[in-house]
T-cell receptor
Framework: AQKVTQAQTEISVVEKEDVTLDCVYE???????LFWYKQPPSGELVFLIR??????QNEISGRYSWNFQKSTSSFNFTITASQVVDSAVYFC???????????FGKGTRLSVIA | DSGVTQTPKHLITATGQRVTLRCSPR?????VYWYQQSLDQGLQFLIQ???????AKGNILERFSAQQFPDLHSELNLSSLELGDSALYFC?????????????FGPGTRLTVT
């Protein structure tokens, strides 16, 4: 069965520190898709990134970067030079075959302190 | 703005009552998903509709039902409400630009059962 584990329940960092959020997944499919979503205090779910299982190239978008490693079934998310506005709950999610309901991890609550 | 709308934004009701949550997907999207976010269960998939037909079912209680109408909007009906049904209910929609058929989330309906 598919499963997503975010072992870090809460992380607290001081502004400008780098922080990495871990995500480990389980799936039997060879084709699958991984996502990260941000949920700020206002409650909406904001899409951050999508990654295909056949594309292991890491991605950088501004202060955000993602490290996808199939060998360890991990899809980790790093925020560089964190800011107070990064404070939110971050969810990792898995979609098998590209047209199935998302399976979410439990989320990691990130608090960035000024 | 994801293009997915949900009404109402907030709903407060008493145990035993019945409520209807409404979702309008992005223009042209045929798939609608419903998710429940509660403190103890996290983000869980409830049910998916595709062009009016039920496509997939998750951990949806028998007291809950949903449907998708010809204009593609969807409604989630929750009946015989219990305190434990208090949660944030998200609707997501996806189109045909894929795979993966990326899901766009609405702002959610926060249900409080007293």
């Amino acid at each position: 069965a598919q499963k997503v584990t975010q072992a870090q329940t809460e992380i607290s960092v001081v502004e400008k520190e780098d922080v990495t959020l871990d995500c480990v997944y389980e799936t039997r499919d060879t084709t699958y898709y991984l996502f990260w979503y941000k949920q700020p205090p206002s409650g909406e779910l904001v899409f951050l990134i999508r990654r295909n299982s056949f594309d292991e190239q890491n991605e950088i978008s501004g202060r955000y970067s993602w490290n996808f490693q199939k060998s360890t079934s991990s899809f980790n998310f790093t925020i560089t030079a964190s800011q107070v506005v990064d404070s939110a709950v971050y969810f990792c999610a898995l979609d098998e075959r590209g047209n199935t309901p998302l399976v979410f991890g439990k989320g990691t609550r990130l608090s960035v302190i000024a | 703005d994801s293009g997915v709308t949900q009404t109402p934004k907030h709903l407060i009701t008493a145990t035993g009552q019945r409520v209807t949550l409404r979702c309008s997907p992005r223009s042209g999207d045929l798939s609608v998903y419903w998710y429940q976010q509660s403190l103890d269960q996290g983000l869980q998939f409830l049910i998916q509709y595709y062009n009016g037909e039920e496509r997939a079912k998750g951990n949806i209680l028998e007291r809950f039902s949903a449907q998708q109408f010809p204009d593609l909007h969807s409604e989630l009906n929750l009946s015989s409400l219990e305190l434990g049904d208090s949660a944030l209910y998200f609707c997501a929609s996806s189109g045909l630009e894929g795979p993966p058929y990326e899901q766009y989330f609405g702002p959610g309906t926060r249900l409080t059962v007293t």
